[in-house]
Protein backbone atom coordinates (compact mmCIF):
# COMPACT_ATOMS: atom_id res chain seq x y z
CA UNK A 1 0.00 0.00 0.00
CA UNK A 2 1.03 3.63 -0.74
CA UNK A 3 -0.13 6.00 1.81
CA UNK A 4 -0.24 8.99 -0.34
CA UNK A 5 0.54 12.59 1.93
CA UNK A 6 -0.67 16.35 1.52
CA UNK A 7 0.24 18.80 4.37
CA UNK A 8 -0.07 22.16 4.93
CA UNK A 9 1.77 24.21 7.72
CA UNK A 10 1.94 27.16 9.06
CA UNK A 11 5.99 27.67 8.36
CA UNK A 12 8.67 25.89 6.55
CA UNK A 13 10.27 24.06 9.32
CA UNK A 14 8.70 21.55 11.25
CA UNK A 15 10.05 22.12 15.09
CA UNK A 16 8.64 25.65 15.67
CA UNK A 17 5.31 24.99 12.79
CA UNK A 18 2.65 23.36 12.70
CA UNK A 19 0.07 21.21 10.84
CA UNK A 20 -2.92 23.17 9.44
CA UNK A 21 -4.08 20.62 7.14
CA UNK A 22 -3.52 17.31 5.94
CA UNK A 23 -5.07 14.38 3.51
CA UNK A 24 -4.33 11.01 2.90
CA UNK A 25 -5.17 8.55 0.20
CA UNK A 26 -4.41 4.81 0.46
CA UNK A 27 -3.61 3.27 -3.08
CA UNK A 28 -3.12 -0.07 -3.43
CA UNK A 29 -1.50 0.30 -6.41
CA UNK A 30 -4.60 0.32 -8.65
CA UNK A 31 -7.03 2.28 -6.83
CA UNK A 32 -7.73 4.59 -3.46
CA UNK A 33 -9.24 2.08 -1.27
CA UNK A 34 -8.76 5.21 1.86
CA UNK A 35 -9.00 8.12 2.27
CA UNK A 36 -8.95 10.72 5.34
CA UNK A 37 -8.53 14.75 5.51
CA UNK A 38 -8.87 17.36 7.78
CA UNK A 39 -8.55 20.78 9.15
CA UNK A 40 -6.04 20.60 12.06
CA UNK A 41 -5.67 23.09 14.93
CA UNK A 42 -2.58 23.98 14.87
CA UNK A 43 -2.63 25.71 18.44
CA UNK A 44 -0.72 28.85 17.29
CA UNK A 45 -1.39 31.52 14.93
CA UNK A 46 -1.07 31.16 10.92
CA UNK A 47 0.97 33.87 9.61
CA UNK A 48 -1.11 36.29 6.69
CA UNK A 49 1.50 34.79 3.99
CA UNK A 50 0.40 31.26 4.86
CA UNK A 51 -3.30 32.16 4.84
CA UNK A 52 -2.87 34.55 1.58
CA UNK A 53 -1.39 31.20 -0.39
CA UNK A 54 -4.08 28.29 1.04
CA UNK A 55 -6.82 30.35 2.29
CA UNK A 56 -6.71 28.82 5.67
CA UNK A 57 -6.83 30.91 8.68
CA UNK A 58 -7.33 31.10 12.03
CA UNK A 59 -11.29 30.88 12.24
CA UNK A 60 -11.41 28.28 10.30
CA UNK A 61 -9.10 26.41 12.39
CA UNK A 62 -10.77 27.26 15.83
CA UNK A 63 -13.10 24.36 16.08
CA UNK A 64 -10.69 21.75 14.51
CA UNK A 65 -9.27 18.90 15.78
CA UNK A 66 -5.58 19.17 17.58
CA UNK A 67 -3.48 16.82 15.86
CA UNK A 68 -2.90 15.05 18.98
CA UNK A 69 -6.76 14.23 18.50
CA UNK A 70 -6.07 12.85 15.06
CA UNK A 71 -2.86 11.01 15.62
CA UNK A 72 -3.94 7.88 16.60
CA UNK A 73 -5.70 7.64 13.43
CA UNK A 74 -2.95 8.98 11.25
CA UNK A 75 -0.58 6.71 12.68
CA UNK A 76 -3.15 3.59 12.16
CA UNK A 77 -2.88 5.10 8.35
CA UNK A 78 0.67 5.45 7.84
CA UNK A 79 1.98 2.60 9.97
CA UNK A 80 3.36 0.11 7.75
CA UNK A 81 3.09 1.90 4.29
CA UNK A 82 4.53 3.57 1.91
CA UNK A 83 4.53 7.42 2.71
CA UNK A 84 4.51 9.39 -0.66
CA UNK A 85 4.34 13.13 -1.10
CA UNK A 86 5.83 16.00 -3.58
CA UNK A 87 8.98 16.53 -2.04
CA UNK A 88 8.02 13.67 0.53
CA UNK A 89 10.84 15.07 2.91
CA UNK A 90 9.18 18.04 3.65
CA UNK A 91 5.65 16.40 4.16
CA UNK A 92 7.36 13.42 5.93
CA UNK A 93 9.49 15.69 8.87
CA UNK A 94 6.53 17.46 10.08
CA UNK A 95 4.38 14.47 10.30
CA UNK A 96 6.89 12.23 12.09
CA UNK A 97 7.10 15.43 14.20
CA UNK A 98 4.19 16.04 15.30
CA UNK A 99 3.65 11.92 15.87
CA UNK A 100 6.70 12.39 18.50
CA UNK A 101 5.43 14.76 20.40
CA UNK A 102 2.39 12.79 20.85
CA UNK A 103 4.11 9.69 21.58
CA UNK A 104 4.24 7.69 18.54
CA UNK A 105 7.18 6.83 16.62
CA UNK A 106 6.67 6.43 12.57
CA UNK A 107 9.28 4.26 10.92
CA UNK A 108 8.26 3.71 7.11
CA UNK A 109 9.37 3.59 3.73
CA UNK A 110 9.46 7.19 1.73
CA UNK A 111 8.92 7.67 -1.90
CA UNK A 112 9.05 10.97 -3.62
CA UNK A 113 7.11 11.75 -6.63
CA UNK A 114 9.79 14.72 -7.34
CA UNK A 115 12.98 12.64 -7.90
CA UNK A 116 10.38 9.76 -9.23
CA UNK A 117 9.21 12.13 -12.02
CA UNK A 118 12.77 13.21 -12.55
CA UNK A 119 13.53 9.44 -13.71
CA UNK A 120 10.51 8.74 -15.66
CA UNK A 121 10.73 12.21 -17.65
CA UNK A 122 13.97 13.58 -17.60
CA UNK A 123 14.65 17.03 -19.15
CA UNK A 124 11.30 18.94 -18.26
CA UNK A 125 11.53 22.36 -17.17
CA UNK A 126 9.89 22.10 -13.73
CA UNK A 127 8.97 19.29 -11.64
CA UNK A 128 6.87 21.51 -8.96
CA UNK A 129 3.47 19.71 -8.34
CA UNK A 130 1.64 22.55 -10.58
CA UNK A 131 3.95 22.46 -13.51
CA UNK A 132 4.63 19.13 -13.07
CA UNK A 133 0.82 18.56 -13.62
CA UNK A 134 0.68 21.30 -16.52
CA UNK A 135 3.16 19.23 -18.56
CA UNK A 136 1.80 16.01 -18.24
CA UNK A 137 -2.02 17.64 -18.72
CA UNK A 138 -3.08 16.59 -15.16
CA UNK A 139 -5.82 18.87 -13.46
CA UNK A 140 -5.37 20.17 -10.10
CA UNK A 141 -8.37 21.21 -8.40
CA UNK A 142 -8.20 23.36 -5.03
CA UNK A 143 -4.67 24.17 -5.60
CA UNK A 144 -2.35 24.66 -2.45
CA UNK A 145 -5.08 23.02 -0.07
CA UNK A 146 -4.10 19.53 1.33
CA UNK A 147 -6.74 17.71 -0.20
CA UNK A 148 -6.21 19.70 -3.82
CA UNK A 149 -2.47 18.76 -3.88
CA UNK A 150 -2.89 15.38 -2.19
CA UNK A 151 -5.31 14.29 -5.33
CA UNK A 152 -3.52 15.22 -7.89
CA UNK A 153 -0.57 13.06 -6.56
CA UNK A 154 -2.33 10.50 -7.25
CA UNK A 155 -3.33 11.11 -10.50
CA UNK A 156 0.59 11.90 -10.89
CA UNK A 157 1.39 9.12 -9.36
CA UNK A 158 -0.46 6.77 -11.41
CA UNK A 159 0.34 8.30 -14.39
CA UNK A 160 3.83 7.53 -13.32
CA UNK A 161 3.30 4.08 -12.92
CA UNK A 162 1.62 3.69 -16.11
CA UNK A 163 4.65 5.30 -17.91
CA UNK A 164 7.13 2.16 -16.45
CA UNK A 165 7.63 4.05 -12.83
CA UNK A 166 7.41 0.47 -11.27
CA UNK A 167 11.09 -0.51 -12.03
CA UNK A 168 12.66 2.89 -10.42
CA UNK A 169 10.25 2.30 -7.43
CA UNK A 170 11.81 -0.63 -6.61
CA UNK A 171 15.76 0.57 -6.69
CA UNK A 172 14.34 3.90 -4.82
CA UNK A 173 12.83 1.92 -1.73
CA UNK A 174 16.16 -0.66 -1.27
CA UNK A 175 17.72 0.07 1.78
CA UNK A 176 20.90 0.45 -0.20
CA UNK A 177 19.42 3.19 -1.54
CA UNK A 178 20.22 6.74 -1.04
CA UNK A 179 16.47 8.11 -2.79
CA UNK A 180 14.37 8.30 0.41
CA UNK A 181 17.29 10.78 2.42
CA UNK A 182 18.87 12.77 -0.26
CA UNK A 183 18.04 16.61 -0.15
CA UNK A 184 14.93 17.44 -3.13
CA UNK A 185 17.80 18.98 -6.16
CA UNK A 186 20.56 16.85 -5.25
CA UNK A 187 21.25 13.89 -7.92
CA UNK A 188 21.53 10.32 -6.56
CA UNK A 189 24.95 9.97 -9.03
CA UNK A 190 26.66 13.03 -6.45
CA UNK A 191 26.84 10.60 -4.03
CA UNK A 192 28.28 7.58 -6.09
CA UNK A 193 30.95 9.34 -7.41
CA UNK A 194 32.19 10.38 -3.84
CA UNK A 195 35.40 8.02 -3.17
CA UNK A 196 36.15 6.29 0.38
CA UNK A 197 39.18 8.37 0.99
CA UNK A 198 39.94 11.53 2.79
CA UNK A 199 39.10 14.84 1.16
CA UNK A 200 37.50 18.02 1.83
CA UNK A 201 33.84 18.78 0.13
CA UNK A 202 32.11 21.78 -0.98
CA UNK A 203 28.21 21.93 -1.06
CA UNK A 204 26.82 24.05 -3.59
CA UNK A 205 23.52 25.73 -4.02
CA UNK A 206 21.14 26.49 -7.06
CA UNK A 207 23.55 29.32 -8.14
CA UNK A 208 26.69 27.10 -7.94
CA UNK A 209 27.94 28.87 -4.33
CA UNK A 210 29.56 27.01 -1.85
CA UNK A 211 27.52 27.00 1.30
CA UNK A 212 29.16 24.65 3.42
CA UNK A 213 32.70 23.08 3.32
CA UNK A 214 33.49 20.07 5.86
CA UNK A 215 36.44 17.69 5.72
CA UNK A 216 36.21 13.79 6.05
CA UNK A 217 38.62 10.48 6.78
CA UNK A 218 36.18 8.92 4.16
CA UNK A 219 34.25 11.27 1.89
CA UNK A 220 31.49 9.14 0.34
CA UNK A 221 30.24 8.07 4.12
CA UNK A 222 30.69 11.61 5.86
CA UNK A 223 28.79 13.13 3.06
CA UNK A 224 25.89 10.54 3.51
CA UNK A 225 26.00 11.34 7.26
CA UNK A 226 24.28 15.00 6.48
CA UNK A 227 21.35 13.66 5.16
CA UNK A 228 20.50 10.51 7.07
CA UNK A 229 19.67 12.29 9.80
CA UNK A 230 15.90 13.61 10.25
CA UNK A 231 16.47 16.93 12.34
CA UNK A 232 13.28 18.79 12.05
CA UNK A 233 15.02 22.53 12.73
CA UNK A 234 14.57 25.38 10.42
CA UNK A 235 18.93 25.56 9.77
CA UNK A 236 18.57 21.94 8.87
CA UNK A 237 15.27 22.06 7.22
CA UNK A 238 16.94 25.17 4.99
CA UNK A 239 20.50 24.06 4.55
CA UNK A 240 18.98 20.68 2.88
CA UNK A 241 16.92 22.76 0.33
CA UNK A 242 19.57 24.21 -0.83
CA UNK A 243 22.48 21.48 -1.44
CA UNK A 244 21.84 21.16 -5.04
CA UNK A 245 25.68 19.52 -5.81
CA UNK A 246 28.47 17.87 -4.50
CA UNK A 247 32.33 18.64 -5.35
CA UNK A 248 35.40 16.99 -2.99
CA UNK A 249 39.09 17.96 -3.06
CA UNK A 250 41.05 14.57 -2.19
CA UNK A 251 43.52 14.36 0.49
CA UNK A 252 46.58 12.13 1.39
CA UNK A 253 45.29 12.30 4.60
CA UNK A 254 43.13 13.75 7.87
CA UNK A 255 45.81 15.92 8.61
CA UNK A 256 45.91 17.75 5.02
CA UNK A 257 42.14 17.22 5.32
CA UNK A 258 41.76 19.38 8.72
CA UNK A 259 44.21 22.11 7.06
CA UNK A 260 42.65 22.13 3.70
CA UNK A 261 39.26 22.74 5.30
CA UNK A 262 40.27 25.34 7.64
CA UNK A 263 41.58 27.44 4.69
CA UNK A 264 38.55 27.02 2.47
CA UNK A 265 36.01 27.77 5.24
CA UNK A 266 38.16 31.38 5.64
CA UNK A 267 38.17 31.72 1.75
CA UNK A 268 35.21 31.50 0.86
CA UNK A 269 32.96 31.70 4.22
CA UNK A 270 30.53 29.61 3.38
CA UNK A 271 26.60 30.33 5.11
CA UNK A 272 26.05 27.46 6.63
CA UNK A 273 29.47 26.84 8.45
CA UNK A 274 29.98 28.06 11.97
CA UNK A 275 32.62 27.06 13.35
CA UNK A 276 36.30 28.46 12.53
CA UNK A 277 34.77 31.74 10.72
CA UNK A 278 36.91 33.70 13.57
CA UNK A 279 39.20 36.89 12.30
CA UNK A 280 42.47 36.05 10.94
CA UNK A 281 45.51 37.25 13.46
CA UNK A 282 45.34 40.94 13.82
CA UNK A 283 47.87 41.77 15.80
CA UNK A 284 51.93 41.10 15.94
CA UNK A 285 55.30 41.78 18.29
CA UNK A 286 57.67 44.22 16.31
CA UNK A 287 60.81 45.36 16.82
CA UNK A 288 62.58 48.90 15.76
CA UNK A 289 65.60 51.06 17.18
CA UNK A 290 64.51 54.23 18.36
CA UNK A 291 66.68 57.95 17.62
CA UNK A 292 68.49 56.86 21.14
CA UNK A 293 69.84 53.43 19.60
CA UNK A 294 67.05 51.33 22.15
CA UNK A 295 65.70 48.67 20.44
CA UNK A 296 61.82 48.85 20.87
CA UNK A 297 59.54 46.40 21.26
CA UNK A 298 55.53 46.78 20.69
CA UNK A 299 52.49 44.88 20.01
CA UNK A 300 50.25 46.48 16.94
CA UNK A 301 48.32 45.48 14.34
CA UNK A 302 49.16 43.52 11.36
CA UNK A 303 50.79 45.29 8.90
CA UNK A 304 51.31 44.07 5.16
CA UNK A 305 54.61 45.00 4.63
CA UNK A 306 56.26 44.53 7.78
CA UNK A 307 57.18 41.03 8.99
CA UNK A 308 55.97 40.58 12.60
CA UNK A 309 58.02 38.37 15.46
CA UNK A 310 55.21 36.63 15.98
CA UNK A 311 51.34 36.93 15.44
CA UNK A 312 48.27 36.87 17.65
CA UNK A 313 44.28 36.85 17.38
CA UNK A 314 43.83 39.49 20.39
CA UNK A 315 45.22 41.87 21.37
CA UNK A 316 45.30 40.83 25.01
CA UNK A 317 46.83 37.90 23.98
CA UNK A 318 49.95 39.79 22.57
CA UNK A 319 50.62 41.95 25.39
CA UNK A 320 50.23 39.02 28.02
CA UNK A 321 52.97 37.76 26.53
CA UNK A 322 55.12 40.78 26.11
CA UNK A 323 54.37 41.43 29.88
CA UNK A 324 55.77 37.88 30.65
CA UNK A 325 59.43 39.17 28.39
CA UNK A 326 59.34 42.10 30.45
CA UNK A 327 59.42 40.73 33.89
CA UNK A 328 61.77 37.45 32.93
CA UNK A 329 64.45 39.72 31.29
CA UNK A 330 63.78 43.13 33.32
CA UNK A 331 62.82 45.06 30.19
CA UNK A 332 61.22 48.17 30.64
CA UNK A 333 57.43 48.49 30.30
CA UNK A 334 57.73 51.92 28.58
CA UNK A 335 60.51 51.01 25.90
CA UNK A 336 57.82 48.20 25.26
CA UNK A 337 54.76 50.34 25.20
CA UNK A 338 52.95 48.72 27.90
CA UNK A 339 53.72 51.88 30.11
CA UNK A 340 52.84 54.70 27.69
CA UNK A 341 53.06 57.28 29.87
CA UNK A 342 56.37 59.58 28.92
CA UNK A 343 59.69 59.32 30.79
CA UNK A 344 60.50 61.64 33.57
CA UNK A 345 64.33 62.83 33.98
CA UNK A 346 64.71 60.65 36.71
CA UNK A 347 63.29 57.45 34.90
CA UNK A 348 65.81 58.39 31.67
CA UNK A 349 68.81 58.63 34.35
CA UNK A 350 68.00 54.53 35.34
CA UNK A 351 68.00 53.52 32.34
CA UNK A 352 70.58 51.07 31.22
CA UNK A 353 72.87 51.95 28.09
CA UNK A 354 71.38 51.03 24.97
CA UNK A 355 74.41 48.53 24.61
CA UNK A 356 73.57 46.52 27.46
CA UNK A 357 69.53 47.04 27.24
CA UNK A 358 69.63 46.17 23.68
CA UNK A 359 71.82 43.13 25.01
CA UNK A 360 68.38 42.15 27.55
CA UNK A 361 66.19 42.65 24.16
CA UNK A 362 68.00 40.01 21.72
CA UNK A 363 68.32 37.76 25.09
CA UNK A 364 64.28 37.70 25.66
CA UNK A 365 64.20 37.49 21.68
CA UNK A 366 66.12 34.50 21.17
CA UNK A 367 64.32 32.27 24.34
CA UNK A 368 61.37 33.36 22.17
CA UNK A 369 62.58 31.49 19.23
CA UNK A 370 63.06 28.34 21.21
CA UNK A 371 59.27 28.51 22.43
CA UNK A 372 58.58 29.45 18.64
CA UNK A 373 60.63 26.20 16.12
CA UNK A 374 60.66 26.04 13.10
CA UNK A 375 59.84 22.50 11.59
CA UNK A 376 58.51 20.39 8.80
CA UNK A 377 55.96 17.79 9.01
CA UNK A 378 56.43 14.89 6.34
CA UNK A 379 53.63 12.60 6.13
CA UNK A 380 52.54 10.45 3.07
CA UNK A 381 51.26 12.24 -0.32
CA UNK A 382 48.66 11.58 -2.79
CA UNK A 383 50.76 9.53 -4.69
CA UNK A 384 53.51 6.73 -4.42
CA UNK A 385 56.22 9.16 -5.84
CA UNK A 386 55.41 12.55 -3.43
CA UNK A 387 54.95 13.43 0.22
CA UNK A 388 52.92 15.46 2.14
CA UNK A 389 54.58 18.57 3.82
CA UNK A 390 53.50 21.35 5.86
CA UNK A 391 56.07 24.16 7.62
CA UNK A 392 55.61 25.11 10.96
CA UNK A 393 58.15 28.55 10.69
CA UNK A 394 59.27 30.19 13.87
CA UNK A 395 55.84 28.76 15.83
CA UNK A 396 53.17 29.76 12.94
CA UNK A 397 51.80 27.58 10.23
CA UNK A 398 53.74 28.90 6.91
CA UNK A 399 51.89 26.79 4.55
CA UNK A 400 51.72 22.92 3.23
CA UNK A 401 52.07 21.27 -0.20
CA UNK A 402 53.07 17.80 -2.49
CA UNK A 403 56.57 17.60 -2.87
CA UNK A 404 58.85 14.78 -4.97
CA UNK A 405 60.14 11.92 -2.83
CA UNK A 406 63.29 12.69 -4.18
CA UNK A 407 63.33 15.72 -3.26
CA UNK A 408 66.15 16.86 -0.73
CA UNK A 409 65.43 19.88 1.44
CA UNK A 410 68.30 21.18 4.14
CA UNK A 411 66.23 24.51 5.25
CA UNK A 412 63.15 26.05 5.55
CA UNK A 413 63.71 28.14 2.66
CA UNK A 414 64.47 25.69 0.42
CA UNK A 415 60.94 24.19 1.21
CA UNK A 416 59.16 27.36 0.62
CA UNK A 417 59.49 26.44 -2.96
CA UNK A 418 57.30 23.41 -3.38
CA UNK A 419 54.87 24.55 -0.77
CA UNK A 420 51.47 26.96 -1.12
CA UNK A 421 51.22 29.91 1.88
CA UNK A 422 48.40 30.04 3.71
CA UNK A 423 47.25 32.31 6.91
CA UNK A 424 48.27 30.71 9.94
CA UNK A 425 45.10 30.26 12.56
CA UNK A 426 45.10 28.89 16.06
CA UNK A 427 43.13 25.65 14.89
CA UNK A 428 45.41 24.58 11.67
CA UNK A 429 48.59 25.35 14.25
CA UNK A 430 47.13 23.17 17.15
CA UNK A 431 45.87 20.31 15.00
CA UNK A 432 49.89 20.12 13.34
CA UNK A 433 51.23 20.30 17.26
CA UNK A 434 48.69 17.55 18.10
CA UNK A 435 49.75 15.40 15.11
CA UNK A 436 53.68 15.66 15.72
CA UNK A 437 52.75 14.81 19.60
CA UNK A 438 51.58 11.56 18.52
CA UNK A 439 53.64 11.15 15.42
CA UNK A 440 57.06 12.49 16.42
CA UNK A 441 59.06 10.56 13.78
CA UNK A 442 57.28 12.67 11.04
CA UNK A 443 58.41 16.05 12.28
CA UNK A 444 62.09 17.49 10.55
CA UNK A 445 63.84 20.24 12.56
CA UNK A 446 65.93 22.95 11.17
Given at each position: ??A??D ?7 A ?21 F??L???Q ?18 D ?10 V??E ?5 I ?5 V???Y ?15 V???C ?11 L ?28 T ?7 L ?22 L ?25 V????K??N ?18 Q ?11 K ?15 I ?5 K ?8 I ?22 K??L ?10 E?L ?42 K????A ?13 G ?6 L ?12 G ?17 LN ?18 N ?7
Open positions: MHIVIETTGGYSANGITEISVFIYDGTKVVKHETINPQIIPRYITALTGIDNTMTDAPTFEEIAPLYLLEDEFVAHNNFDSFVKHQLKIVGYDLVKKLTVRLSRKVFPGPSYSLGNLCRSLNIKIENRHRAGGDAKAVQLFEYLANGAETHIAQMLKKTSSEQWLPHLDKKQIQQLPSSAGVYYFHNSKDKIYVGAILKKRVSSHFTLNDAGRKRNFLRNVCKITYECAGELEAIVLESVERRLWPYNQSQKQPQKFGLYMFEDSRGYLRLAIDKKKNQALYSFNLLHGVMLGKMVEEFELNEKLCFIDKTPFTKDEMKLLDEPVKYNKKVKALALDKQLPTFAVMDDLKENERCLLIERGSFWGMHLPSSAKVTSSDELKEFPYADNDYIRNSIYSFVEVPEKKILF
